[in-house]
């Protein structure tokens, strides 16, 4: 086996075959042997829902984590939360030549480990190699295809939103940010918090199976809570209350945050999903979600009002309000 | 509007908004409008081919075509040669910190009109940017669901295929390498032969669906005709018998190969697929496909045989013949 990836493994020739052989076959064994062909997947049902997400992260590993697990966590998570069950996933990876073949072997073991865990199968792929220089190290695509057992299509839009509703979280936000900062030394000390990159498909199932009354569902990633909230108050003409004091936040990461001057509702995670459920089935949600292991600290952080429409207003501890604002400008580049 | 790209738009927050608003939306106008959900769609049967495809081309723009159109031909052409009607498309780009607002523009029109063209939807989508110099101005993946009206499982596999199959390729090769090599100036001289970039799907279900009796299907891409028919003449365990005179090549691409010691049957096409069908079908096929813009050149290259199993042979226009490897190089990096 080579040490390093070169030009030729992708060309599409006898080295490409190599590399396909040697390192995806062997992990991904469900995969398309030829690898350049379509998978031909059966069905079950005939309505799916249909994601992709392209991963650039830097660096590629990070505690409790690398861009091969976020890359399947990624595309899970972005069919759970539009009530998908996530059945089958692609993976197209641009790699650097001169990257080392263990480092891609690593990836590929995370990406696998994860798409068992989710019950997912990576099922067709494709491998690019660009010249030194002229991309960073591996950028990973995922695509995914996930089955929906009945029409959830108001859970992305948020139609069915009311006044009074409660907004939830399954747990600790700023995790990733803070692992990939670390990992970066840009934090100018060890911080010693691992990413929250996890696949959510069971937790979200676990509520949507016993019938939870979920209004909206968003996987909180770029751009953080802040982002997501905005972007639902816009679209569905109401306004949001948060309890700030509600938030779940390690204290060292809201520790880090006020040394570094983040603001952590801007700040990214990796296996946070932020929920609106009817009031009647608010306590119901986050006791099914502290039984899960991803959802042990949820809780509930705010709600939906009249007041304020399109408009998020944080309540802040000592009693005061803000208004929280969309991302402006590019807080953290290359968190996932 | 902004001029270039810069890493805000990859922030996920307002700027990206603007990104999806200004350029994504405008093309794909049935886009997904979130653009980091999923798309929901209602497929008209159960059996899909799933495929995906990065593009890293080098140059983006090159004569015919640019990595847009590529992008969006390529993962049409996966799903066709496996039968299936080609129908939802995902885009999802890696751009460089830096990128003209005007460049991406062009790129996404392209895409849309390839979509047009192919009858498919592009349905959902995602946008990172990174830092300048951390990619090479920009990366696309598209990948695709195409529906199967029966099942062609055996078109992909070749496993019907037997000794006498004739062996078919629907116009001139190599256009695509010489195409980009000019546009690299790496030809030393002006070359005029446009990539023949294109939509192979209607030229496809054109003779599918007239019953010919099509035993085997591949788009020639990266690695060319030499390694479709390698890893052919491999998997199904028999020979394959080529006669070269009878292989369409521009008399400008067959005197550039000479000059720059190419070999054609290892250059990329990105418009050209290569069938095995029964003898007795293969001069309808032909009629059909010449018939089609995109066959007008449509010859039988060559046929199947017992004899030297697993090995390509080709016969030399003087008589001569040659044992045609899979490409064990890189011949030419970044050509799609």
Redesign the interface.
């Known amino acids: 086996m080579h040490e390093l990836i ?3 493994h ?8 190599d590399l396909i052989q040697d390192v995806f076959i062997k992990s991904f064994g469900g995969m398309n042997v ?1 690898l ?21 992260v ?1 660096p590629i590993f990070f505690p409790g984590g690398d861009i091969g697990k976020l890359s399947v966590c990624g595309t899970v998570n ?2 759970a ?2 009530g ?1 069950m996530p059945k ?1 996933i ?5 790699i650097e030549e001169g990257f080392s073949f263990q480092n891609l072997t690593q990836i590929v073991s995370s990406m696998q480990e994860q798409a068992e865990i989710a019950n997912v199968k990576i ?4 491998t ?4 030194k ?4 190290k591996i ?1 990973i ?1 995922t ?1 995914g ?2 089955i ?1 057992d009945k029409d959830y ?1 108001f859970i ?1 839009t948020g139609e069915k939103i009311e006044s009074g509703h409660k907004i939830i979280i399954n747990g600790f936000i700023g995790d990733h940010s803070i692992a990939v900062l670390g990992a970066r030394n840009e934090l100018g000390f060890k911080a010693d918090v691992e990413t929250d990159c996890a696949c959510l498909n069971d937790l979200i199932q676990s509520v949507l199976k016993v019938g939870i009354n979920v209004k909206f569902m ?1 996987d909180v ?3 953080g809570l802040a ?1 997501v909230l905005n ?1 639902l108050a816009e679209t569905v003409n109401f306004g949001v209350e948060l309890n700030e004091k509600n938030i779940p936040i390690r204290e060292l990461v809201s520790g880090l945050c006020e040394v570094l001057g983040f603001d952590p509702l ?1 700040l ?1 995670n990796e296996g946070k999903v932020l929920m609106v459920v009817h009031p009647d089935d608010a306590d119901k949600a986050i006791e099914i979600m502290r039984n899960h292991t991803l959802g042990a600290e949820s809780k509930i952080i705010g709600e939906i009002t009249k007041e304020h429409p399109k408009i998020v207003v944080g309540k802040t501890e000592i009693g005061g309000s803000r208004i929280i604002n ?6 953290l ?2 968190i ?1």
Do not use: H
């Open positions: 070169t030009l030729n992708g060309s599409g020739g006898k080295a490409s075959q030829a350049s062909d379509s998978a031909i997947l059966q069905l079950p049902n005939n309505q799916i829902a249909f994601t992709t997400d392209s991963f650039v830097d972005d069919l939360v539009s998908a089958y692609t993976a197209s990876f641009i099922v067709a792929g494709d690019k190699v660009v010249q220089g002229k991309c960073d950028f695509n695509t295809i996930g929906l299509s992305s968003r990633t770029r751009g982002t972007e801007y990214a969309m991302l402006q400008g590019e807080q580049p290359r996932c």
